[in-house]
């Protein structure tokens, strides 16, 4: 006999409710896998290229331009014979991801295809006409991560106007915006501190798409003396406005170094602005970019964490840490104390009002700490901020609560406009 028949009863039952369960277990697993989202190139691939036919294409893009399945959109346009791939435009870190944060890129070839690769961050943030009047069609695919001084939406929009100058059509192949398509922050950006790190009179969490920016963009006429582009953009399927990145199926590429994964999104917002002033250390550097408040002046992590907490602040909790950041020369193998960022409710979070409350608490408690003490770095938060108001409250002893409300005012006009350009509902 068999051995597996001699086995008791309570076993049989329970092999048999394994069996029973197992399709409902794999198909949960299928669906865990297969995404629920499809991005603008998949949307392309799965239309047979149809938009592209015969045209001459040039690409903006970096690593995270990828299929479902992790195949880059550089190759895969490539090697679709219904499309004419002849150029590739490399924003900040470049067309595959090579370059350090705020390096130049260079022009290039890309080893892969062989093709040209023109920089979009370097002496060059903007296609030349001579490159252009070789294509019929400038695309642009790349994750972005919802926060305005994350510098591809600017870089979109300088070749969206190169494009328009150049009546040439722009492309956009749509992705999602990993902290959802809803979520707003900040005042809509000061157009005297217009920057790369802020390009755009909109908020610094816009809650939009690349797509939708883009249509914004062209919309409302903020290209160089009112031009318009001939714009296209590529819809996700199954996407809603709702949606965090992880409720896609999709995944991750890191977008820079120290945007390994999505939910960093959220930590960037939080701490980003504060981490331009090179005082405290955001954790980048450390194995948590983003994610800590730290310096080697804070002695004290749990007195440091314990101000935070007692703030009660919805959907975050601050736990003490010591670290010793690896490189980033200002804090560099030197001991910080501090605390690690916990999101516990990213619905109910105020990201970006975080940072302000850690000044607030480094205010407070080291009251000989210039925040604004380093060279050159206040006029980088004014353009990352889109306002040099935040830092003149800062500097008056203003506190969190009314820099909060300052930096969330102004915003009505723009709810009014977005609403225009929504393409997810």
Not at 59 to 80: C, E, F, K, Q, Y
Request: with cysteine.
């Amino acid at each position: 006999m068999n051995k597996y028949w001699g086995w008791p009863l309570m076993s049989v039952q329970l092999a048999t409710a394994l069996a029973l369960a197992l399709p409902s277990v794999l198909r949960a697993e299928s669906k865990r896998n297969a995404p629920t989202v499809m991005t603008g190139i998949d949307v392309l691939i799965a239309d047979n290229f149809a938009p592209l036919a015969g045209k001459r294409v040039g690409l903006i893009t970096n690593p995270t331009g990828i299929t479902a399945d992790l195949r880059s959109t550089v190759d895969v346009l490539h090697n679709a014979p219904e499309v004419k791939l002849v150029a590739l435009f490399g924003p900040e870190h470049g067309v595959r991801g090579d370059v350090f944060a705020g390096e130049k890129v260079s022009d290039d070839r890309d080893p892969a295809t062989g093709l040209p690769v023109y920089s979009l961050y370097g002496a060059n943030r903007k296609p030349s006409p001579e490159i252009l009047k070789e294509l019929d069609v400038l695309m642009y695919d790349i994750q972005d991560i919802g926060s305005r001084s994350y510098t591809y939406i600017s870089s979109m929009g300088v070749a969206m106007e190169a494009a328009a100058e150049a009546n040439v059509a722009f492309m956009v192949l749509d992705r999602p915006n990993p902290v959802t398509g809803n979520r707003i922050e900040g005042r809509p950006l000061n157009m005297k501190f217009s920057s790369m790190v802020g390009k755009f009179p909109i908020p610094y969490i816009y809650g939009l798409t690349c797509g939708e920016v883009a249509r914004m963009i062209n919309g409302e006429g903020w290209l160089a003396n009112n031009i318009k582009c001939k714009l296209t953009v590529i819809p996700m399927r199954g996407y809603d406005r709702d949606m965090w990145f992880d409720e896609t199926g999709l995944p991750w590429v890191l977008p820079s170094p120290h945007v390994p994964h999505a939910d960093v999104a959220l930590f960037y917002a939080a701490t980003g602005i504060m981490g331009e002033l090179q005082v405290v250390c955001e954790g980048v550097g450390y194995t948590l970019p983003f994610e800590l408040a730290g310096a080697p002046f804070i002695k004290d992590a749990e007195g440091f964490a314990r101000e935070l907490n007692e703030r009660d602040l919805p959907g975050v909790r601050f736990r003490p840490i010591y670290f010793r950041p690896y490189y980033i020369d200002r804090v560099k193998n030197q001991q910080c104390g501090g605390v690690q960022i916990h999101i516990t409710d990213r619905d109910t979070v105020d990201l970006t009002g975080i940072q302000f409350h850690i000044m607030e608490v480094v205010r407070k408690l080291y009251p000989d700490v210039d925040l604004f003490g380093v060279k050159g770095r206040a006029n980088m938060f004014d353009k990352v901020c889109g306002t040099d108001r935040v830092r003149e409250m800062l500097q008056q002893g203003q506190s969190a609560a009314e820099i909060i409300r300052f930096w969330n005012s102004d915003r009505d006009d723009y709810l009014k406009m977005r609403s225009k350009y929504l393409i997810y509902e």
